[in-house]
């Protein structure tokens, strides 16, 4: 679709809406990077943030519900990190361990997820491989 700038320019756009200020607008975001220098842990870290409405740093979050889809993880595990950062974890963060494919079944789960919390800003998946590929059980 093209617009001509007299069009542009007299369109009323929707401000941006962040999840982080100024750091994370709504939409989607890749984290990546080399193996084991703690995307994960970030990812927590972000998802606790935005759950409990404080700074990321020194961006502001707007509260809001979160999923956290931790696919090479197991409960016992994310329990331990989620001690390990804090002892009251907000009862709108909430976690998953498997997941359907992409495109077969991850779509609809999540739109139900949706449905179910609609007040919902954020959702991460850790990793994303693992909702491509066959067999994403968790790690024992």
Known sequence: MFNDAD?????????????????????????AGAPKIGKSWLALWLCLCAAQGKPLWT????????????????????????????????????????????????????EQFLKEHPTTGLIVIDTLQRTRSAGNDANP
């Open 7 to 31: 069009t542009l320019q007299s369109t009323a756009y929707e401000p941006v809406s962040f999840v982080v200020d100024d750091l994370f607008p709504q939409g989607l975001h890749l984290l």
């Open 59 to 110: 961006f502001a979050t707007h509260p809001c519900e979160v999923l956290y889809l931790c696919l090479e993880d197991s409960f016992q595990r994310i329990q331990s990190r989620l001690f390990d950062l804090m002892e009251d974890a907000p009862p709108t963060l909430h976690f998953a361990v498997m997941s359907q494919q992409l495109h077969n079944g991850l779509v609809e789960q999540i």
